[in-house]
């Protein structure tokens, strides 16, 4: 089992930036896609960026343009760059991670065997 530690959220004004960290550890993750996701209050757990193990990124239309998707497997960690922040991106993000991808896509959370705890982001206008 690959346990999954986010950090770096907080509050930012709109426009600015922040970067977000998921340290994984138990396993190497160098093989696993990566995902990143958020959930506002009352809102269902929605998709923002997906890394697969070979370093091909996806994007929610959301987040294309103003965030950035990264792996560092030799720190066993992943990046979400968020540029541009949006007040509607206020929401608790999560770190998802999947070694076999069965039949359902990277865009489902359903698809992840492995979550961080979350991190608050939260962007004032």
């Known amino acids: 089992q690959v346990q999954l530690v986010e950090s770096g959220g907080g509050l930012v004004q709109a426009g600015g930036s922040l970067r977000l960290s998921c340290a994984a550890s138990?396993?190497?993750?160098?093989?696993?896609?990566m995902g990143w996701f958020r959930q506002a209050p009352g809102k269902e757990r929605e998709f923002v960026a997906t890394?697969?193990?070979?370093?091909?990124?996806y994007y929610a239309d959301s987040a294309k343009g103003r965030f950035t998707i990264s792996r560092d497997n030799a720190k066993n960690t992943v990046y979400l760059q968020m540029n541009s922040l949006k007040p509607e991106d206020t929401a608790v993000y999560y770190c998802?991670?999947?070694?076999?991808?069965?039949?359902?896509?990277?865009?489902?959370?359903?698809?992840?065997?492995?979550w961080g705890q979350g991190t608050q982001v939260t962007v004032s206008s």
């Open positions: 890394i697969r193990s070979g370093g091909s990124t």
């Open positions: 138990g396993r190497t993750v160098s093989s696993y896609a």
């Open positions: 998802a991670a999947v070694l076999l991808l069965g039949g359902g896509t990277l865009q489902r959370a359903s698809s992840y065997d492995s």
